[in-house]
């Protein structure tokens, strides 16, 4: 007797969903574009009664992209059922869907491999569905552009203030995508539109530092709010204690090591050395996902749960420098008595986590996840959140406040919309993670990703700059990194990790530049509203050793791990592909992952 367990999208026959896993089935012997999903396996006769007869093929589930764009033209939905009399249409649809598909250099782009034609448009036609959304947001600003000039000339013509700062937006974000041409992070081409403007005579916003403050600040919250969102509570209760060495270990030492520096070099006073190493030791999340993002399509690394540390190392590192920042700051800026000041980190503790309590288990319940638009809803309630959080902090003295409680507050509501995705189909959990708040807050980092860097290369003018400042920044960054990445390789210990692996993951921690282009201008922010001549030099000193942590850390850790993974990780295997560590399940289940998923789910029993 033959009995065969099929599992599609994370999902038993005849069990509910255990968490929001999204699979996709691999074949052997069957090409890709095959459409199986509604009528069953060729070669295997699925009835309508779940049994299957002559079971042959090996059906392995793995781990792939919710992005709706990975989805080939003319394929159903997992879990459409079907009968058996629809095999022929199916057939034919798999036909015309290959027709369709590009085989013959025509159609759906992803798939256009046998296309032949020059090579930059091959290599157009190949990304075109990273380069259309560039693309649609250049439209989008055309459009803007034309009604503005229409209704309102007088702001509209390039002359003015507010068309200077949209042009520097609009140029930052060409920049950096020419930039990602030479295979190297769009930050980079940014960053240096905004140098050039500034010292081409372009960067004169007088009148509207209020707007880029508040810019500066919306940025901030948005990658607040996606850590908050990216903390994994399952993963991190099982990874504890790596992730807490990973996280204090090489933070320590890297703002200790700066803040020496910065104090003998600079004559840094010591609690702006240590704002200026916290600045410096976050690790740059969007440099990482994006590498992980390219790893987990090339199934390196996979089953050695190597991409949720990273993952937990780089949220709770940043989350970590973002608080602390933000305590110290508060410190240095606080005008109250020596006792106030000692109290600013404890009570803005406290003020965070009530904040971010609160609000987060607001949003579990407002609004319904029944309504209609709830998605829409609970992104606009969830940057009106961090907005109240941050802004409000600043208002009543407590820096620190905000970062925590926009943090906190994105967790607590994390945790229960990740409940509800529990209880969702298939079909239903595709359809809303398609629309969810972390894909909106990642739309929304679109427009705010070359608002955050190019804002921060405004403030580097060659006129004023000292070359003192940048020799010792320069000194302070490399060997900060340095030795940041010898103690991360002795916090790998302990784990069932190979040399290899553990020096893989070590690297991950080297790129630097989102929170960098966030907190780089928050202290001169401060520093220009207190109006204080020896707190602005200082300011201006951390503003310009984040752009040079930017300028050597980002690039480099790209290369380094896009280089060395091949080398250093291993392949997803074809039956175990758990992106968290495997740990045994009961006896003769088979490979369970964290969330007691069965890896091989074709288990014939004889």
């Known amino acids: ?82 009968n058996n009399t629809n095999n022929s249409n199916s057939n034919n649809n798999s036909n015309n869907s290959n027709k369709d598909s590009g085989n013959n250099g025509k159609g759906y782009p992803a798939h256009c491999e046998h296309y032949k034609g020059p090579k930059w448009w091959r290599h157009l036609v190949l990304h075109w569905s990273l380069l259309s959304e560039h693309v649609a947001l250049l439209m989008i600003f055309l459009g803007l552009w034309t009604l503005a000039l229409a209704l309102l000339p007088e702001y509209a013509t390039p002359d003015t203030v507010i068309m200077r700062i949209v042009l520097l937006f609009v140029g930052a974000q060409i920049s950096g995508i020419l930039v990602g041409f030479i295979h190297l992070p769009d930050m980079l081409g940014m960053l240096f539109f905004g140098v050039i403007y500034t010292n081409a005579g ?32 399952s993963a991190f209760r099982r990874l504890w204690f790596m992730i807490m060495r990973l996280t204090l270990v090489p933070t320590i030492v890297e703002v200790a090591v700066i803040a020496v520096l910065a104090y003998f070099t600079l004559s840094m006073p010591w609690l702006w050395g240590i704002a200026l190493g916290l600045v410096i030791t976050a690790v740059s999340p969007n440099v990482v996902v994006t590498v992980m993002l390219k790893l987990k ?7 050695s749960g190597i991409h949720t540390l990273i993952y937990a190392m780089t949220t709770c590192n940043d989350v970590v420098a973002i608080f602390m920042f933000g305590v110290i700051i508060s410190i240095i800026f606080s005008t109250s008595s ?5 109290l600013q980190g404890p009570i803005g503790i406290g003020i965070g986590l009530v904040f971010g309590y609160l609000y987060g288990m607001l949003l579990h319940y407002l609004p319904s996840r029944n309504a209609v638009y709830a998605n829409g809803l609970r992104f606009v309630l ?18 620190s406040a905000g970062a925590l409680g926009c943090v906190m507050m994105a967790f607590i509501a994390g945790i229960g919309w990740k409940r509800e995705e529990l209880r969702m189909s298939p079909q239903q959990l595709e359809e809303h993670q398609i629309a969810s708040v972390p894909k909106r807050l990642d739309l929304l980092w679109k427009f705010l990703k070359p608002v955050s860097f ?31 990445l010898a103690f991360a390789y002795l916090s790998t210990y302990g784990g069932n990790l190979s040399r290899k692996e553990r020096a893989y993951i070590t690297i991950s921690g080297f790129p630097k530049a989102t929170v960098q282009a966030a907190l780089g201008p928050v202290a001169l922010d401060l520093a220009r509203s207190a109006s204080i001549a020896s707190e602005l030099a200082l300011a201006n000193n951390v503003l310009i050793i984040s752009v040079l942590a930017i300028i050597f850390t980002a690039p480099l850790g790209a290369i380094l791990m896009l280089r060395l993974a091949p080398f250093w990780l291993k392949h997803g295997d074809t039956v175990d592909t758990a992106e968290t560590p495997v740990t045994p399940g009961p006896p003769g289940s088979g490979p369970v992952n964290d969330v007691g998923e069965l890896t091989l789910v074709n288990a014939q029993k004889m």
Do not use: W
């Open 454 to 484: 190019a804002l921060i290369g405004k403030e580097i003018n060659f006129a004023v700059l000292d070359g003192r400042v940048v020799a010792y920044g320069t000194l302070l960054v490399l060997l900060g990194s340095l030795l940041r």
């Open 382 to 399: 969830t940057i009106l959140g961090g907005t109240i959080a941050v802004m409000g902090s600043r208002i009543i003295g407590y820096t």
């Open 202 to 233: 372009f960067a004169n916003f007088a009148g509207y530092e209020r707007f880029e403050l508040f810019l500066r600040e919306m940025a901030l919250i948005n990658i607040m709010l996606l850590a908050g969102l990216g903390l994994d509570g």
């Open 297 to 303: 399509e090339d199934r390196l690394g996979l089953n």
């Open 1 to 82: 007797m033959s009995e065969n367990k099929l599992t599609l999208c994370g999902n038993s026959a005849n069990a509910n969903p255990t968490g929001p896993t999204h699979t996709k089935v691999d074949i052997q012997d069957i090409s890709e574009d095959c459409n199986i999903g509604s009528s069953g396996v060729n070669g295997g006769n699925v009835g309508e009664t779940g049994q299957q007869q002559n079971a042959t093929t090996a059906i392995i589930l793995t781990p792939t992209s919710l992005n709706s764009t990975n989805t080939p033209p003319n394929t159903p939905a997992a879990g459409v059922p079907s």
């Open 338 to 342: 020596l006792t106030q000041k000692l």
